[in-house]
């Protein structure tokens, strides 16, 4: 079955320093999003994607932020200047049109020292 | 404001021993109720969508069920292997035209044998 893949797995960074998420949605679907979980907390949405542009973006999306379909297959996530409260989980997810089921990758855990 | 909430936070259940979770919803413009199951450092796994009230959903152990405020999940004589934390999303419109998911902040099930 086609899944959603992440990568790192783990990525450490210093604060203050960029980080590059990496996703790979499923190949038919057309809709892209970013969560992330802060440990113990609820799965927050963060931005969905859909046609090379942003469809929707949560409070939490600030300008510190950005999405980009780079080519074919990946999509991504840019935080420039992490910041300590950036730890958490990231997810990505993809779906065929919105209000379909969107699959989930297994995550990138963002640690910030 | 949007908002998810689902209850119990945690339910203790022998096996075999039949429950329900909850999720109720305020949400301008439904699109759509998801439930999801998450496994410990995976990505939610979807189980089931819901579009109306009314609706309802089976897969083997696990029944999903939608009134206008509220949904359940109902499982069926449990098993060890359902262990899990159940997150209820919501899909609704958003600020800018798109769409939004709403997480609750899960059940987590533990089932013994």
């Known amino acids: 079955e086609p899944e959603v893949t992440q990568t790192p797995s783990h990525q450490v960074t210093q604060m203050g320093q960029e980080v590059i998420l990496r996703c790979v949605p499923i190949?038919?679907?057309?809709?892209f999003y970013w969560y992330r979980q802060i440990l113990g907390q609820k799965v927050e949405f963060l931005v969905s994607?859909?046609?090379?542009?942003?469809?929707?973006k949560s409070e939490i999306f600030d300008d510190q932020f950005s999405v980009e379909r780079p080519d074919g297959s990946n999509f991504t996530l840019k935080i420039r200047s992490t910041k300590l409260e950036d730890s958490a989980m990231y997810f990505c997810?993809?779906?065929?049109?919105?209000?379909?089921?969107?699959?989930f990758g297994d995550g990138t855990r963002l640690s910030i020292l | 404001e949007d908002q998810v909430t689902q209850s119990p936070e945690a339910l203790r259940l022998q096996e075999g021993e039949s429950s329900s979770l909850n999720c109720s919803y305020t949400?301008?413009?439904?699109?759509?109720l998801f439930w999801y199951r998450q496994d410990p450092g995976k990505g939610p796994e979807f189980l089931f969508t819901?579009?109306?009230a009314g609706e309802e959903k089976e897969k083997e152990r696990l029944k999903a069920t939608l009134t206008k405020k509220e949904s359940f999940l109902h499982i069926t004589a449990p098993k060890p292997e359902d262990s899990a934390t159940y997150l209820c999303?919501?899909?609704?419109?958003?600020?800018?035209?798109?769409?939004?998911?709403?997480f609750g902040a899960g059940t987590r099930l533990f089932v013994k044998a």
């Open positions: 999303a919501v899909q609704a419109g958003g600020n800018t035209g798109g769409f939004k998911t709403i």
């Open positions: 190949s038919n679907h057309l809709y």
């Open positions: 819901l579009y109306s």
């Open positions: 997810a993809s779906s065929v049109v919105p209000n379909q089921p969107q699959h």
């Open positions: 949400v301008s413009g439904l699109r759509g």
């Open positions: 994607f859909y046609n090379n542009e942003i469809s929707e």
